[in-house]
Protein backbone atom coordinates (compact mmCIF):
# COMPACT_ATOMS: atom_id res chain seq x y z
CA UNK A 1 0.00 0.00 0.00
CA UNK A 2 1.35 3.45 -0.97
CA UNK A 3 0.57 6.40 0.98
CA UNK A 4 -0.18 9.65 -0.96
CA UNK A 5 -0.03 13.17 0.82
CA UNK A 6 -2.70 15.67 -1.33
CA UNK A 7 -0.87 18.63 -2.51
CA UNK A 8 -3.94 20.72 -1.98
CA UNK A 9 -3.25 20.09 1.84
CA UNK A 10 -3.35 23.47 4.06
CA UNK A 11 -0.64 23.76 6.02
CA UNK A 12 -2.14 23.19 8.98
CA UNK A 13 -4.38 20.28 8.25
CA UNK A 14 -0.56 18.79 7.13
CA UNK A 15 0.25 19.15 10.75
CA UNK A 16 -2.49 17.56 12.09
CA UNK A 17 -2.00 14.63 10.04
CA UNK A 18 1.26 14.48 10.73
CA UNK A 19 0.79 14.60 14.57
CA UNK A 20 -2.36 11.78 13.68
CA UNK A 21 -0.16 9.76 11.68
CA UNK A 22 2.64 9.73 14.60
CA UNK A 23 -0.12 8.81 16.92
CA UNK A 24 -1.22 5.73 14.86
CA UNK A 25 2.12 4.56 14.79
CA UNK A 26 2.56 4.86 18.72
CA UNK A 27 -0.64 3.42 19.24
CA UNK A 28 0.42 0.47 17.84
CA UNK A 29 3.46 0.66 18.98
CA UNK A 30 2.33 0.42 22.69
CA UNK A 31 -0.22 -2.29 21.86
CA UNK A 32 2.85 -4.44 21.00
CA UNK A 33 4.56 -3.85 24.02
CA UNK A 34 1.42 -4.34 25.84
CA UNK A 35 1.28 -0.80 27.53
CA UNK A 36 -1.22 1.08 28.57
CA UNK A 37 -1.58 5.04 27.62
CA UNK A 38 -4.03 7.59 26.19
CA UNK A 39 -2.32 9.90 22.90
CA UNK A 40 -3.53 13.42 22.48
CA UNK A 41 -2.34 15.03 19.36
CA UNK A 42 -2.97 18.90 18.94
CA UNK A 43 -0.32 21.75 17.04
CA UNK A 44 1.24 24.42 18.76
CA UNK A 45 3.78 27.19 17.06
CA UNK A 46 3.69 25.38 13.78
CA UNK A 47 4.81 22.42 14.99
CA UNK A 48 2.61 19.09 15.54
CA UNK A 49 2.67 17.73 19.06
CA UNK A 50 1.81 14.03 20.76
CA UNK A 51 1.49 13.42 24.51
CA UNK A 52 0.95 9.86 25.92
CA UNK A 53 -0.79 9.96 28.83
CA UNK A 54 0.56 7.13 30.91
CA UNK A 55 1.57 6.13 34.22
CA UNK A 56 5.38 5.19 35.03
CA UNK A 57 8.74 6.11 33.25
CA UNK A 58 9.12 3.53 31.27
CA UNK A 59 8.82 5.39 27.94
CA UNK A 60 10.75 8.28 29.18
CA UNK A 61 13.76 6.22 30.19
CA UNK A 62 16.82 7.68 33.14
CA UNK A 63 17.69 10.65 31.28
CA UNK A 64 14.80 10.73 28.69
CA UNK A 65 16.30 8.81 26.09
CA UNK A 66 14.04 6.18 25.54
CA UNK A 67 11.41 9.27 24.63
CA UNK A 68 14.11 10.45 22.41
CA UNK A 69 13.97 7.11 20.56
CA UNK A 70 10.63 7.53 20.52
CA UNK A 71 10.48 10.87 18.96
CA UNK A 72 12.38 9.81 16.25
CA UNK A 73 10.93 6.77 15.71
CA UNK A 74 7.35 8.89 15.13
CA UNK A 75 9.32 11.46 13.25
CA UNK A 76 10.74 8.30 10.70
CA UNK A 77 6.51 6.59 10.96
CA UNK A 78 5.45 10.00 9.40
CA UNK A 79 7.82 10.54 6.93
CA UNK A 80 7.34 6.92 5.56
CA UNK A 81 3.59 7.53 5.46
CA UNK A 82 3.74 11.61 4.65
CA UNK A 83 7.00 11.40 2.47
CA UNK A 84 8.35 14.28 4.32
CA UNK A 85 10.26 14.90 7.49
CA UNK A 86 8.64 16.10 10.51
CA UNK A 87 9.28 18.46 13.38
CA UNK A 88 6.85 16.59 15.72
CA UNK A 89 7.36 16.92 19.61
CA UNK A 90 6.52 14.13 21.60
CA UNK A 91 6.09 14.13 25.49
CA UNK A 92 5.13 11.53 27.73
CA UNK A 93 3.50 11.77 30.96
CA UNK A 94 4.10 15.01 30.95
CA UNK A 95 7.69 14.62 31.23
CA UNK A 96 8.71 17.40 28.79
CA UNK A 97 6.50 20.02 30.41
CA UNK A 98 8.39 18.99 33.85
CA UNK A 99 11.96 19.39 32.53
CA UNK A 100 10.89 22.77 30.77
CA UNK A 101 10.05 24.46 34.11
CA UNK A 102 13.66 22.61 35.58
CA UNK A 103 15.41 23.95 32.46
CA UNK A 104 13.94 27.53 33.26
CA UNK A 105 15.33 27.00 36.99
CA UNK A 106 18.07 26.22 35.71
CA UNK A 107 18.98 29.10 33.26
CA UNK A 108 17.59 31.70 35.61
CA UNK A 109 20.58 30.42 38.40
CA UNK A 110 23.20 30.42 35.37
CA UNK A 111 22.25 33.87 34.28
CA UNK A 112 22.10 35.64 37.67
CA UNK A 113 25.69 34.37 37.98
CA UNK A 114 26.71 35.33 34.43
CA UNK A 115 25.49 38.96 35.36
CA UNK A 116 27.41 38.97 38.53
CA UNK A 117 30.74 37.05 37.59
CA UNK A 118 30.94 38.55 34.17
CA UNK A 119 31.94 35.45 33.42
CA UNK A 120 30.67 32.60 30.79
CA UNK A 121 28.29 29.85 32.58
CA UNK A 122 28.87 26.59 31.04
CA UNK A 123 25.95 23.97 31.36
CA UNK A 124 25.98 20.36 32.11
CA UNK A 125 25.03 18.51 28.23
CA UNK A 126 21.84 18.59 27.40
CA UNK A 127 20.07 16.76 24.19
CA UNK A 128 18.30 19.37 21.22
CA UNK A 129 15.62 20.00 23.12
CA UNK A 130 16.97 21.03 26.32
CA UNK A 131 19.06 22.99 24.57
CA UNK A 132 16.42 24.55 22.67
CA UNK A 133 14.60 25.65 25.82
CA UNK A 134 17.76 26.76 27.01
CA UNK A 135 18.72 29.04 24.38
CA UNK A 136 15.11 30.79 24.11
CA UNK A 137 15.43 31.61 27.50
CA UNK A 138 18.83 33.00 27.50
CA UNK A 139 17.56 35.11 24.75
CA UNK A 140 14.54 36.08 26.26
CA UNK A 141 17.13 37.06 29.21
CA UNK A 142 18.84 39.42 27.11
CA UNK A 143 22.10 37.49 27.24
CA UNK A 144 23.69 35.06 24.82
CA UNK A 145 24.03 31.28 24.72
CA UNK A 146 26.18 29.57 22.60
CA UNK A 147 26.24 25.11 22.13
CA UNK A 148 29.64 23.21 22.43
CA UNK A 149 31.06 20.13 22.34
CA UNK A 150 30.35 17.37 20.25
CA UNK A 151 27.57 14.39 20.75
CA UNK A 152 25.96 13.22 24.38
CA UNK A 153 28.65 15.88 25.33
CA UNK A 154 27.29 18.76 23.63
CA UNK A 155 26.34 21.74 26.65
CA UNK A 156 25.29 25.32 26.41
CA UNK A 157 27.54 27.97 27.67
CA UNK A 158 25.95 31.14 28.45
CA UNK A 159 27.87 34.58 28.65
CA UNK A 160 27.03 38.64 28.80
CA UNK A 161 26.59 39.98 25.30
CA UNK A 162 30.02 40.88 24.00
CA UNK A 163 30.42 44.72 23.94
CA UNK A 164 31.38 46.28 20.93
CA UNK A 165 34.69 48.28 20.63
CA UNK A 166 33.31 51.21 19.80
CA UNK A 167 31.62 50.56 23.22
CA UNK A 168 34.65 50.35 24.74
CA UNK A 169 36.77 53.14 23.79
Not at 41 to 48: C, D, I, L, M, N
Not at 58 to 67: Q, S, T
Not at 111 to 133: D, H, Y
Amino acid sequence: MTNVVEENVEPMDGLTLEGEAAADYLEELLDIADLDGDIDTYVEAGRPHVSILTSGDKLVGARGEVLEALQDLSRLAVLAKMGRHSRLMLDVAGHREKRRQELGEIVAVAVAEARETGESVPLAPMNPFERKIIHDAVAAAGLISESEGEGEHRHVVISLKAESAEDES
